[in-house]
């Protein structure tokens, strides 16, 4: 018989029956850091409240770590580092998949508590959990490949190549989709046999400390990942200030790149950046446009536009631009703005008060550039009356206006028409950022021509983006230095080192004879 599909409302219902009990426990026991395997308050005994992005209701009351905090668990990442570097890694790989069997078994508890402590929406946030496990189990899967290197034999030498974890690291997450995001960079540094300290946003905590929870659950020896709660410029400062740690990964805005380089260079810290965006999605009249125009909404309205790769600005050929944005604004009136757990929900609410009067200034600034408000430009009255905003279209942009040239993090979308091939280049890369680029044509040539002179980390032709974890993760110019995702994950939480072994036959110079 074939299975009916349950209602949308009876999902809603379960949702919420879900999350309930997870947040009555949340409440009463609040957040605390995870230092050397134990839950532990701060030393100063300071706390700060976590927010549902719903209705501002209180989420948990989390500890507020500083410097102390940071020291204690700086120190249990060193202390834990030698036995974890050095266990054999068929070890290490079955207990990095025993920790995404971990995530598997709570999926549906991770999807909801992310939901409501970010505002995004159940029908993405259900599946993230699953791709955090398979960034585990990915990454597990090359613990023993992480020390592969290469013999680059000379006339009289060999000359082999290996990789050490460089030790004891830090990582330091945003609040967009803080779960899966922060297994991208814990998974790898884990594999590579470093230890971690994790700070995760403060504006969402709730995951992450889910996250240290399951881990320790799963066998991971105590000290290996610490997480410590805080804010940027207290706990996240920190740890980039701490000596003991030897690399920063970090995900954020690139203003905040620049702080954490500024503060990482007294201990001459090794870097990692994924920083912001404002991606071109280029359509050229001759696309399959049906296709072009799902992944053009899908890209910017999906995830509440909070996120890094989001297509925020869209580039279209002027002879097909009219009919284009005809169809593009019917598409974005009709997007459904709800309750995250609601599984018709297709924007939810925006994850800060902070965030949304961010989002919502630029619908000043547009008009005042003298952009024209197609779709949207106000807050909107949703559920539980948290931060929701109408999804947003702007039309009659040119590239020079903020609203073309800043990165707004919202469902917020700028339309410049182009002439041709070279003006579409142009403007594309007219900005700061260079994270991702997207381009829509029939003709490959064409295709190829513009991936090969976009100024960006990441190029999908005919596409949206789609994730594939072997594949490099990062961006240019002000998006980001460095790449995540398979083998070059390693190249940042290792150390190359080079042996040389003589065959005893070459001339050494004799001095001092
Ligand atoms: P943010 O830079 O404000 O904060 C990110 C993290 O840095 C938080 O944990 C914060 O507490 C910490 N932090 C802040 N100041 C610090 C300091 N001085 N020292 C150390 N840590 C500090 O970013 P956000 O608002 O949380 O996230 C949104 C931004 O992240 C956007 O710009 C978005 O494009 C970017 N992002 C990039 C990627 C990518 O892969 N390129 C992915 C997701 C998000």
Redesign the pocket.
């Known amino acids: 018989m074939d299975k009916v599909a349950p209602k949308q409302a009876d999902v809603f219902q379960a949702n919420r029956d879900r999350v309930a009990p997870l947040l009555k426990k949340l409440r009463g026991d609040g957040i605390g850091h995870m230092i050397d395997g134990k839950i532990v308050p701060s030393v100063s005994g300071q706390t700060f409240e976590t927010n549902s992005p719903v209705d501002g209701s209180v989420l948990a009351s989390v500890a507020r770590g500083n410097a102390e905090d940071i020291d204690r668990a700086a120190t249990a990442a060193s202390l834990a580092f030698k036995s974890w570097r050095d266990m054999a890694p068929a070890m290490r790989r079955k207990l990095l998949h025993r920790v995404a069997d971990a995530i598997e078994d709570n999926a549906d508890d991770i999807a909801v508590l992310e939901c409501i402590d970010t505002g995004q929406a159940h029908r993405f946030m259900a599946k993230a959990a699953i791709r955090a496990a398979e960034n585990f189990r990915f990454f597990a899967d090359k613990c023993a490949e992480a020390r592969d290197g290469l013999n680059t034999p000379s006339e009289e030498h060999w000359n082999i190549s290996t990789r050490v974890p460089i030790g004891p690291v830090g990582v ?5 989709t803080p779960f899966m ?1 922060s297994t991208w960079k814990i998974a790898p540094a884990l594999a590579a046999g470093c230890t971690v300290v994790h ?4 504006w969402s905590p709730v995951t992450a400390d889910m996250l240290a929870r399951l881990c320790k659950q799963a066998g991971l020896p105590d000290g290996v990942l610490n997480t410590v709660h805080g ?3 207290e706990a ?2 920190a ?2 200030e701490h000596p003991a740690i030897k690399a920063i990964g ?5 203003a ?1 790149g620049s ?2 380089m500024a ?1 990482g260079s007294k201990t001459l810290k090794r870097v990692h950046f ?4 404002k991606n071109p999605v280029i359509v050229f009249d001759d696309a399959d446009l049906d296709r072009a125009l799902d992944a053009v909404v899908f890209m910017i309205y999906s995830l509440n536009g909070e996120r ?1 790769t989001s297509s925020s600005r869209l580039l279209v050929q002027q002879s097909i631009a009219d009919k284009f944005i005809e169809k593009l604004t019917a598409r974005v009136q009709k997007l459904k703005v709800g309750h995250p757990l609601d599984p018709a929900t297709e924007v939810g609410p925006l994850i800060h008060e902070r965030h949304l009067a961010k989002v919502c200034s630029y619908f000043d600034v547009a008009k005042k550039d003298g952009a024209t408000i197609a779709v949207g430009g106000k807050p909107h009255d949703g559920p539980g009356g948290g931060h929701y905003v109408q999804p947003t279209l702007v039309t009659n942009a040119s590239s020079r206006m903020r609203v073309a040239q800043e ?1 707004v ?1 919202g469902p917020f979308l700028t339309v410049i028409p182009f002439r041709d091939e070279a003006d579409a280049i142009e403007i594309a890369n007219g900005v700061q950022y260079g ?1 991702t680029g997207y381009v829509w044509t029939g003709d490959m040539g064409r295709a190829l021509r513009v991936a090969d002179a976009l100024e960006a980390g990441m190029i999908w032709l005919n596409s949206e983006n789609v994730r594939h974890l072997p594949t490099p993760f990062g ?1 240019m110019k002000a ?2 230095i460095g790449r995540d995702g398979g083998d070059y994950s390693f190249d940042f939480y290792m150390e190359t080192k080079h042996v040389s072994l003589a065959r005893g036959t070459h001339k050494i110079q004799k001095l001092g004879m």
Do not use: D, H
Request: charged fraction near 20%; aromatic fraction near 8%; charge should be negative.
């Open positions: 330091i997450t945003p609040w967009n995001l700070k995760p946003a403060e804010l940027g410029e996240g400062k740890l980039t970090f995900v954020g805005e690139s905040t702080a954490i503060q994924e920083l912001g965006g890094c990165e993090f994270l961006g998006s980001g």
